[in-house]
Nanobody, 125 residues
Framework: QVQLVESGGGLVQPGGSLRLSCAAS????????MSWVRQAPGKGREWVSL????????SYADSVKGRFTISRDNAKNTLYLQMNSLKPEDTALYYC??????????????????WGQGTQVTVSS
């Protein structure tokens, strides 16, 4: 069955960096677009970044543009999110998500059918 397992979260000071990973299994990873989505305490899910199936298309929410970088290694079935210049408002549970069909990514969260359990990122001094 489809499994998505995030890792790499933690506590970091403002201005610091973290690299999140999402290990995928149970499907042909290289055939599907993926996204990172986050949920802060008391708020709804917020799309963060997307990447097409072969990595040629990426996009970012305005709130993270220029600070976060999404990438994927299809040989390792792994999705990444490099987060630099972290701010307290980046504090959230971060999820990776698999698109229902195909490799063209979308920001519409209803188009994603599988989600990981999330990894917590806390930015605080």
């Amino acid at each position: 069955q489809v499994q998505l397992v995030e890792s790499g979260g933690g506590l970091v000071q403002p201005g610091g960096s973290l690299r999140l990973s999402c290990a995928a299994s149970g499907f042909s990873f290289s055939n599907y677009a993926m996204s990172w989505v986050r949920q802060a305490p008391g708020k709804g899910r917020e799309w963060v970044s997307l990447i097409s199936s072969h990595g040629g298309i990426t996009s970012y929410a305005d709130s993270v543009k220029g600070r976060f970088t999404i990438s994927r290694d299809n040989a390792k079935n792994t999705l990444y999110l490099q987060m630099n210049s972290l701010k307290p408002e980046d504090t959230a549970l971060y999820y990776c998500a698999k698109k229902k069909e195909g490799g063209i990514p979308t920001t519409a969260l209803y188009e994603y059918d599988y989600w990981g359990q999330g990894t917590q990122v806390t930015v605080s001094s």
